[in-house]
C-alpha cells in the first residue's frame, strides 16, 4: 500500500505551529510565568473548553469552542478589574498550548484525541490576535489611539474579523488536499457566520468583562456559549440522524433489486463534490445529497424493475412519471420540498433544471454507464460529453471530470 503523502501546507503549518509552541515554552520557563493567577484561570477555562469537545459531530469547524474563546479572551486581555496586565504573546502561547497538552491526556484514553492540525491552527491563530493587540497595548498605543469608548470596541471587531480570516486561511489549508484552495477556503470564510462569529464575540466579551470586574467575570460570561455549545449539538445529533433515515429510505430501491448495490450512497457522494466543485454549500449541499440519495425511490413503483436501474432507456414519458411519483414520495418525508423538486426535475431537459437537478442527473448517468461494465470511468465520462448538447449541462459534466481527476468517490465496475 502506497503511503499517504502529507501536503506540504500542512507540513508548514503544524512545523510553524510546534516552532512556536517550542519558543514560547522555553521562554516562559527562563522567564517565569507573568501574573500566574490570570495564566492559570485562563488555563483552566481553555482546558474545560477543550475538554468539552466530547459529543461532537463528525465535520464540525469548530468543536470545542469553549476553549477557543478562553484562548482568544486571553490574547485580547489587557487589563483585569481597571489594573493593566503585563502578560506577552508568548505567555498567550505557552498557556494555549498546555491547556490542549492537557486536555488532550483524556481523550487520549478514549482514542479520541484531537487532531494535530486543530491544534495547530489554535495556536497560530491565538498568537495571530495575541500579536495584534499584546504590544500595542504595553506600548500604551492602543489606548492613545483608540481610548476606552467605541473606537476601542471597533479596533477589537476589526481583531476579531482578521483572527477569524486567519483561521479561515489556515483551516483551508489544513482541509482536503484534493480540493483546489479557493472552494476550500470559499467554503471556510462561509462557515464563519455559525458557530465561528458565536467564538470571537464571546472571546471579546469575555476580554472585556475581566477588564471591568476581574476574573469572576468569567464563569458567568461562559454560560452562554455552553449553552449555545449544547444546542448545536444536539441539533448536529438530529441532523445526523435524520440523514441516516433518509439514507436508509434510499436504500429501500437496492433492497428491492431496482438499482446496483451502492448506487444511492455513490451518486450521493460524486454528487456533493461536484456541487462544492461548482460553488454550492450549507443547504444548498444538504439539498443536493438528499435528492441524490433518493432520487431513484419512484422506480418502487414499476412492476419489473429496469436493467441496472438505467431509467434513461424508458421512454420520456416513463421517466417523468417516475419522477413524480418519486417527487411525491420523498414530499411524504417531510423532507425540505426542495429535495422534492429536485427528484422531480430529473425528467426535464436539463434547460429547465435547477443546478442541483442537472448534478444529479449528470451523475446519476456516470455512475449507470459506469455499471454497465463496458465503457468504464472514460468512457461514461465521455458519454455524457457528447450528450452536453441536450442531456446534460457542459459546466456540470466539466466539473464531473475534474472531481474525478483529483480522485473523486469510485464508481461501481471501476476496479
Request: charged share 15%; glycine share 12%.
Amino acid at each position: 500500500m502506497t503511503p499517504v503523502r502529507t501536503p506540504p501546507a500542512v507540513l508548514a503549518v503544524r512545523g510553524a505551529a510546534l516552532g512556536l509552541a517550542a519558543v514560547a515554552l522555553g521562554y516562559t520557563l527562563w522567564h517565569g510565568v507573568v501574573e500566574p493567577g490570570h495564566a492559570l484561570a485562563f488555563g483552566v477555562l481553555v482546558t474545560v473548553g477543550e475538554m468539552a469537545r466530547w459529543g461532537a459531530q463528525p465535520g464540525e469547524r469548530e468543536p470545542a469552542p469553549l476553549g477557543a474563546a478562553g484562548a482568544l479572551a486571553y490574547a485580547l486581555l489587557g487589563r483585569s478589574a481597571g489594573q493593566d496586565t503585563s502578560h506577552g504573546v508568548l505567555q498567550v502561547v505557552t498557556v494555549v498550548v498546555a491547556a490542549q497538552l492537557l486536555a488532550s491526556v483524556p481523550h487520549m484514553a478514549r482514542g479520541s484525541a484531537p487532531g494535530p492540525d486543530q491544534a495547530a491552527r489554535r495556536v497560530l491563530a491565538v498568537a495571530f490576535a495575541a500579536v495584534c493587540f499584546q504590544p500595542l497595548h504595553h506600548a500604551g498605543r492602543s489606548d492613545r489611539w483608540f481610548g476606552e469608548g467605541p473606537y476601542f470596541a471597533l479596533f477589537l471587531l476589526v481583531l476579531l474579523v482578521l483572527t477569524a480570516l486567519c483561521d479561515a486561511v489556515l483551516a483551508a489549508l489544513t482541509a482536503d488536499p484534493s480540493r483546489p484552495f479557493g472552494p476550500r477556503l470559499r467554503d471556510e470564510l462561509r462557515a464563519l457566520s455559525g458557530i465561528g462569529s458565536a467564538v470571537g464575540a464571546t472571546g471579546a466579551v469575555m476580554a472585556l468583562g475581566v477588564a471591568v470586574a476581574g476574573l469572576w467575570a468569567l464563569p458567568v460570561l461562559c454560560v452562554p456559549l455552553l449553552l449555545t455549545q449544547v444546542s448545536f449539538r444536539r441539533y448536529a445529533a438530529v441532523r445526523t440522524t435524520y440523514r441516516q433515515t433518509i439514507a436508509s429510505l434510499a436504500r429501500s430501491t437496492e433492497i428491492a433489486g431496482y438499482t446496483p448495490h451502492g448506487h444511492a450512497r455513490r451518486v450521493a457522494e460524486l454528487s456533493t463534490a461536484v456541487g462544492r466543485e461548482l460553488g454550492l454549500a450549507g443547504p444548498e449541499l444538504t439539498v443536493l445529497e438528499y435528492a441524490a440519495l433518493m432520487h431513484d425511490i419512484g422506480q418502487l413503483s414499476l412492476v419489473d424493475p429496469v436493467a441496472d436501474g438505467a431509467t434513461a432507456v424508458l421512454p420520456v414519458a416513463e421517466q417523468r412519471r417516475i419522477a413524480l411519483l418519486g417527487g411525491a414520495v420523498v414530499r411524504q418525508t417531510g423532507v425540505d420540498p426542495a429535495v422534492a423538486v429536485v427528484v422531480e426535475q430529473q425528467a426535464d431537459p436539463y434547460r429547465d433544471q435547477q443546478t442541483a437537478a442537472r448534478i444529479v442527473r449528470a451523475v446519476n448517468a456516470y455512475d449507470d454507464l459506469c455499471g454497465e461494465g463496458v465503457k468504464g470511468p472514460l468512457g461514461a465520462l465521455e458519454q455524457l460529453r457528447l450528450g452536453t448538447g441536450n442531456d446534460y449541462q457542459p459546466q456540470v459534466v466539466e466539473a464531473l471530470a475534474r472531481v474525478l481527476a483529483r480522485g473523486g468517490p469510485a464508481p461501481v465496475g471501476a476496479g
